[in-house]
């Protein structure tokens, strides 16, 4: 992948491959630019091929075919032919589109058409751009709901299967009881601020409830700017707090009251499965895609709907028990790993490329 910044999709690389490595496996981790903002799995090994040192190559053939031509040899040289390659993001999905290598796996984070905004008939020549990458190695969608939107966009153009994300959860529970936050009673928000995340939504609805408890809202991005100036005029300021970015954000949510989402789209929504790790109540928007298929039906809210979600605070702040829900032990990192295992030995690319 391109990183290893702080993003869920880069947390699940690092977790599902503590998977592979608990069935035997050795795993590699190959990225393309040196940042990283996550403790590395001491179990997995892993490679940094820094593509600046090619500035002399034209734009878009660094992206394309060359890169992946530099990727093939390192891989060759260094690793040997593996197994399993898994590419995650559109980074590495452009770049490996044009590989050689055999066994490789595309792994689909979100729901594409609302990511990249797929609306209208303008958008057929970035929809058959994607088409163009994702027809040449099978892919496996981060939850059913994801898969769903890629079939209704792209059709049926590659071996392709529903596999949720990995959840570790032994790890998530040592990580959790790393200290206790100096808030108490207090509702928790995790995730960037971005336009997916819908901070704006959780504020107004938030302004609609007594406010009873505080609410914390932890993460970073390019939105943060509006959401602070919202939060003044909202008049929130006593009662909203940003915690920033915290490598390590589960204590925060072991020790809230409850866990809430009102995201417009996700992938899979690995946050909310993080918290029935640790056994913290969840609500959430029903958005696509992901929490209808982590979460009951009573813990749902209708997206964008600013007087249901207040509502449905409202009862989270008398009653957060209400919306206690169960960690599914099927999101195990073994048994998510065996998933791609199996996948990946009836997918029909295993055979020598053109």
């Not at 939504?201 to 914390?216: E, F, G, I, M, N």
């Not at 949510?253 to 640790?278: C, M, N, P, Y």
Request: proline share 5%.
């Amino acid at each position: 992948m391109n990183c290893l910044q702080g993003g869920g999709a880069e947390r699940v690389v690092l977790t599902l491959g503590q998977g592979f490595y608990e069935l035997g496996y050795e795993v590699h981790v190959l990225r393309f630019k040196p940042r990283v903002e996550y403790d590395l799995n001491p179990n997995l090994n892993y490679h940094l091929i820094n593509f600046k040192k090619y500035k002399f190559i034209p734009k878009l053939e660094r992206r394309d075919k060359f890169f992946s031509g530099v990727v093939d040899r390192y891989v060759s040289k260094k690793i040997g032919q593996p197994d399993i390659i898994l590419s995650n993001l559109d980074r590495a999905d452009n770049i490996l589109s044009h590989s050689k290598m055999l066994n490789i796996i595309y792994v689909i984070h979100t729901t594409l058409s609302l990511s990249y905004k797929f609306k209208n008939l303008d958008d057929e020549q970035k929809k058959l751009a994607f088409s163009d990458i994702y027809s040449k190695n099978s892919c496996v969608c981060v939850s059913n709901g994801v898969k769903k939107d890629f079939l209704e966009n792209f059709g049926d153009i590659t071996p392709m299967a529903a596999i949720h994300n990995p959840i570790d959860r032994d790890c998530i529970r040592k990580l959790g009881d790393a200290f206790v936050p100096e808030y108490q009673n207090y509702i928790i928000h995790v995730g960037s601020f971005k336009e997916a995340k819908r901070h704006d939504v959780l504020l107004r609805a938030y302004a609609k409830t007594d406010q009873s408890l505080p609410l914390l809202l932890l993460g970073k991005g390019k939105l943060k700017n509006d959401i602070e100036q919202l939060v003044v005029e909202l008049n929130l300021e006593k009662k909203v707090v940003f915690l920033g970015f915290h490598e390590n954000p589960f204590p925060y949510i072991k020790h809230a009251r409850f866990k809430v989402l009102t995201s417009d789209w996700e992938g899979f929504a690995l946050v909310i499965a993080e918290s029935q790790v640790l056994g913290t109540p969840v609500i959430s928007t029903d958005c696509p895609s992901g929490p209808s298929e982590l979460l009951p039906q009573n813990n749902l809210m209708p997206m964008r709907d600013i007087d249901a979600i207040a509502a449905k605070l409202s009862l989270a702040m008398k009653n957060p028990e209400q919306f206690h829900s169960e960690f599914n032990e099927a999101l195990l990192p073994i048994t998510i790993a065996k998933k791609y295992i199996e996948f990946a030995s009836d997918c029909e690319n295993v055979g020598e490329k053109a």
